[in-house]
Every structure is written in structure tokens, then in C-alpha cells.
Nanobody, 125 residues
């Protein structure tokens, strides 16, 4: 699996915003479907959002629709997750991954998924 590095997490109050970044370790993200995933304390991993490789189409989990936006900066070879109107239930470790699936299936969690360090997001009430 392609190695990606997440950053941008932190502590924020409910209603606040954070922007997470996903960077590669030396390869272009342009041709990859990139997904953001998270794991809340004591819960399973879940898909949050993903973005297509060429057309910029995106998918979102119902729980974040209207609050989160995924987008690319091709010049910087980064994929961002802009998170607004954060809620305490958004707390968790966030991961980005390259997906070889279709965009329709990019939010699925697979038993073969390996998870890196991620970046911790903590939303206080």
C-alpha cells in the first residue's frame, strides 16, 4: 500500500474548524483516489470522505455532509480535509489512504487495510 502522511490535527472547541493534510512519501497523488478515514475512541474505523483521481468528484459519510470538504492542491501534491462546524463526535484519529477501488466503494473499510499513525483530532464540548 502507498504510504501517506497525515497532519493538521489538534484540539478545537465544538463549532470550530481544522484543516487536515495528506502528503505522499515521494509519489504523485494525482492519479490516486484518496480517502480520509477516522477511528473514534473505542470504535471501529469509518470512512469520512474520498476524492476521485481525475474529476474531483467526492463522497462523504452522511455524518459529515455539509460540514467537511475534501479537495486537492495538485501543485503541492496534497489532499486536504477541511472540517467545519466540528462536533465532539468528530473526535478521533484521522487517516488518509490511497484507494484502488471505485469511487463508489472508496469509503468502505477492508480487512486488509493497514493504518499509519494518523493525526489526532479532539473536539471539546
Amino acid at each position: 500500500q502507498l504510504q501517506l502522511v497525515e497532519s493538521g490535527g489538534g484540539l478545537v472547541q465544538s463549532g470550530g474548524s481544522l484543516r487536515l493534510s495528506c502528503a505522499s512519501s515521494g509519489f504523485s497523488l494525482d492519479n490516486e483516489i484518496i480517502g480520509w478515514f477516522r477511528q473514534a475512541p473505542g470504535k471501529e474505523h469509518e470512512g469520512v470522505s474520498c476524492i476521485g483521481s481525475s474529476d474531483g468528484n467526492a463522497r462523504y459519510a452522511d455524518s459529515v455532509k455539509g460540514r467537511f470538504t475534501i479537495f486537492r492542491d495538485r501543485a503541492k501534491n496534497l489532499v486536504y480535509l477541511q472540517m467545519n462546524s466540528l462536533k465532539p463526535e468528530d473526535t478521533g484519529v484521522y487517516y488518509c489512504k490511497a484507494r484502488s477501488t471505485s469511487l463508489r466503494r472508496c469509503l468502505y473499510i477492508y480487512t486488509t487495510d493497514n493504518w499509519g499513525k494518523g493525526t489526532l483530532v479532539t473536539v471539546s464540548s
